[in-house]
């Protein structure tokens, strides 16, 4: 097993290589390592067949899903890491241009981070994402992947590194951390001097660690208790349609609602109808409801406890609140929010401007779904995950996010 | 004295309010404070007396120096505020607008951080343009000064707070720490969920403090070993005028020159003349040098040691070391630069783009002085600090940098 320091170390030696490679020289290196993929699949598929087997019976049924790959799903991922290959180059970019008084010429331009380390969890893909979106952003990447998926990761480093030295770009380009002990992600986390920027993609433990024990910049991506408001000025027909889409759509992901907020004079309609629609036992998958006092009183359903509003379900269940109004409904975000994305469903332009000002999420919705919260629907072509702090990138991180900038000043023996 | 927690949650409450201030009502609220400033000068003056009355004989005269305020120091800091009402507001501005192909509006909106902490040292005036700086970019601050200067800044701040006052903003929206043991400094790192960003402004001490116990967001300010880097193909009299600009212009800041880097070629004809320029004891402030040992052979001085290589000197002393071309140069400065800034001095295009490709700090110069890493000069109207890290802001940090940004997202019962 290789020591996570010497992995830093060889990320860190190759970095000024890497940081400074052309578009052509990445996008040659993302063609390589997406043929490298579809050409190394046996050995892919054989070591996570290994991977789905060693964890039969200890994980649940949807995470072994998540864990298993198939000839269609490397192929997926190899077509991802194609299509990085037409988004423009982030690196380069000239921000700002400014000319001083004494003739100096100063540019402020993109530039990589350096070196990327990500902590993620079991979903291979990621590996696959997290490499591609790094080298695209000129960025040497430490990956450091579940231990369920280890064996399958390992096999998709391997063959990206084989991709990468057959167009002449040093393997440590992206490398994997091999002690999927705990002791490694600590390792990572106090990296300074070698990790640029830490983002760790998981659940509150992890990002919890992070934060207790960094000393490496981090972004903490992830949680989301994303609410939907339903106001008093809403069309009540467009609010069912965007809850049903923000709760059902996909529920086990960060951008769906969990909770609904209602305001109390259009309760009495709304919630008999959200109920018929989204609780109807017919259903593949019933949405089960935890209710405020007030909302107990219109609709049947579980009382709802404190926690209930506080709580990522990341599931079927929907938390609901009646409250008294607009300002009500921003104070709830404002104290149970984890900054990702919220909605308000309202017709009257007031409560919609005043909504989108004072809620400090990542995304504010007026008449739409949470669920648009991602890279590919932001525009950004992909993402590396979606940030839920305030400092540098801000929702879903793409390409650009992956940059910093440096000031270049060009003169003639100009001083101060 | 008040408590530093209970500092904080006045600062949290009126965050909301303080964040969505229009553009009039923040200039109104400057003005209002610069006035109250000039209105309470004989108070402030009376305080700073007594600060220099207990800090004589504990710190040096240079140190009394800063710390002492003056009538014409007063009007400065009143001028300082004055001058942000003309800048343009960073709040509120569209970063980016895309149109989903279902016909969402999505805006990338800039937004202040919310509450910024700033911990800096001795002199008071930083106190008066935080708070304007924070003000104009619609963030609540939460000063932490040096104990020195604590009766000024507090007279200072009840000034700046009675002008707040007079306007109707909350007075919390600019408020001081009044515990200034270490203890504060350490709830002030750990306040999370209370401060959005903290700014460290002070030494080595204070920044590793930071990088050690912070879990809020942090940005790095300050240290600067930059390198005057004079290649083979360098006209010598711009590099003359270059190199003596950025050590001796004002060698106590961070942006000055503190080693001098001469490719082999080129030493024998260059270190006489900096010597003969730089260290001439007619001069009133003669620089001392510290020379590595094939400089040694070429000009007389005292030896460097390998720490001199690693020192913010901030005084007149240039380290001096002969390199064998631009890449060892490049690779001192990769090793030895706190990333802050550096500069080439050469007519080779290639040895110049290669340096400002390779060299990873925050300000790189093609023949001009290091000197003009500050945010007045880089056109930013004023700064907070200048960055050494990668994450958010790189550089002189300017109303800009303290912001952050949302996407508002526009639909009509629009989903996914």
New interface residues.
Partial sequence: MKETQSILEAAKRVS?LV??LSTEEKNRALEAMAEALLQNKEEILAANRRDLAEAEGKISPVMLDRLRLTEERIGAMAEGIRTLVALPDPVGRVLRE?T?EKG?C?RRIS?P??VVGIIYESRPNVTADAAALSLKSGNVCVLRGGKEAFLSSYAIVESIQKGLSSVGIPREAVQLIEDITRKSSVEMMRA?GYI??LIPRGGAGLIRAC??NA?V?C?QTGTGICHVYVDEGA?L???L??L???KC?RPSVCNACEVLLVHERIAEAFLPRMKALLCDERKENPVSLRLCPAAARIIEGEKASDEDFDTEFLDYILAVKVVSGVEEAVEHI?CHSTGHSEAILTEDEKAASYF???V??????????T???DGG???LGCEMGIST????A??PMGLEELC?????????????
Same sequence: chains 1, 2.
């Fill in positions: 000024p940081n400074r400014s001083h100096l100063i530039r981070l350096g300074e640029d920027l934060v207790e000393t910049p972004i069309d027909d467009k609010a349609t965007v049903e889409n923000a759509s404002r989108t000002s004072a400090d999420s990542a995304a504010v919705y007026v008449n739409a779904s669920r648009f919260t629907e932001f525009g702090q305030k400092l540098h801000r929702g910093t900038y440096q000031y270049i000043v060009i003169g003639n023996g100009t001083v101060r």
